[in-house]
């Protein structure tokens, strides 16, 4: 049934541009490049949207005071730690805690009371933070269901629950394994959470043992072909995917692939969780129903 779901999309897709830049590059010769990127490093960017690699393209040749792609290619053939520069810039990485706070709010009212069921119901939570950046939104949801379950005397204990946050850069999720982060991630936490959850020390919020315990992070790309699922050991039939922020910045033929990836792993009746400029192609509407139009959230359709 799932494969019903995703008739290919020849036509424009649905997310809206969020960025508009002038054509910087020879169209081949990015082609070039990102080819020349993926064999030498395995990062594909091949079908990422073109005006958002253009335009981190431009920042780098404009760092390096380099005029033409081909004069940047050179630096990347002499210098190959250049790659790694240019990875970086690629991949984009803002994130807060609680970013739209709207959704978490949406959450505690309607997901976590349909997850957290009552006694004889599947006692093990699956929630996937998919392009999690520096662990931001991996440890929001594990606030947020925490904090739900405190304020409703739901024992942690009852339950089983595996929050994994994946993302292509292996740098960033040292660094969201580390759970440190300065006011400016932290400003849409609400106060009581934030006294409640982190320790502040030395001008940085450190997020407490009893949310660190229940995260893991893993290296995963969702673009990778084989690849269905985090890696070997990590269970994949997830409640709840959030995958916010990201599909914006893909061509529409590999939205749709990561799409119907995401799908597969996400078990009927789970949620997936989109960013807010982000929608649904049309072609998976059959799988999936709008749960809430504000938070932008889908419930997978049983029998799918
Ligand atoms: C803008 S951040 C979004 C972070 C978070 N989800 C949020 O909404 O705040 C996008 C993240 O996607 C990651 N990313 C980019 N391409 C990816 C890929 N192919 N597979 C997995 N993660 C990827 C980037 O490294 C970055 O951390």
């Given amino acids: 049934m799932l494969d019903s779901c995703f008739r290919r999309n020849d036509g424009e897709t649905e997310l809206k541009r969020t960025e508009e830049t002038e054509t910087i590059v020879n169209k081949d010769h990015l082609q070039e490049l990102l080819t020349n990127v993926w064999q ?9 949207r073109r005006q958002t690699i253009e335009r981190r393209i431009a920042k780098r040749m404009a760092l390096l005071n380099v005029a033409d792609l081909p004069a940047y290619r050179e630096i990347l053939d002499r210098d190959p730690e250049e790659y790694w520069y240019l ?11 609680f970013r739209n706070p709207y959704v978490f709010e949406f959450m505690d009212q309607a997901i976590w009371p349909e997850l957290l069921r009552p006694p004889g119901a599947d006692k093990h939570l699956r929630l996937w933070s998919a392009g999690c950046a520096y662990g931001e939104e991996t440890y929001s949801l594990a606030i947020s269901i925490l904090d739900h379950m405190e304020r409703k005397k739901i024992p942690l204990k009852d339950y089983e629950i595996t929050i994994i946050g994946t993302d292509i850069d292996e740098e960033a999720l040292m660094l969201a394994r580390a759970g440190q982060y300065g006011p400016d991630t932290v400003g849409e936490v609400k106060k009581r959470l934030l006294d409640r959850y982190f320790d502040y020390k030395n001008g940085y919020y450190n997020i407490m043992p009893v949310v660190r315990k ?9 673009t990778s072909p084989t690849i269905m699922s985090p890696p070997s050991g990590v269970i994949t039939n997830y409640d709840l995917i959030s995958c916010r922020n990201l599909l914006i910045y893909f061509a529409p033929a590999l939205q749709e692939r990561v799409l119907s990836k995401l799908l597969r792993v996400l078990n009927p009746g789970g949620y997936l969780v989109l960013g807010e400029s982000e929608a649904l192609p049309p072609q998976l509407s059959d799988c999936l129903r709008v749960f809430d139009k504000r938070a932008n959230i889908y419930q997978k359709m049983k029998g799918t």
């Fill in 40 to 48: 030498k490093t395995g990062y594909d960017f091949r079908e990422y």
């Fill in 214 to 222: 229940m995260v893991t992070f893993a290296v995963h790309d969702l």
């Fill in 87 to 97: 990875i970086s810039e690629l991949t984009i990485k803002v994130s807060r805690l």
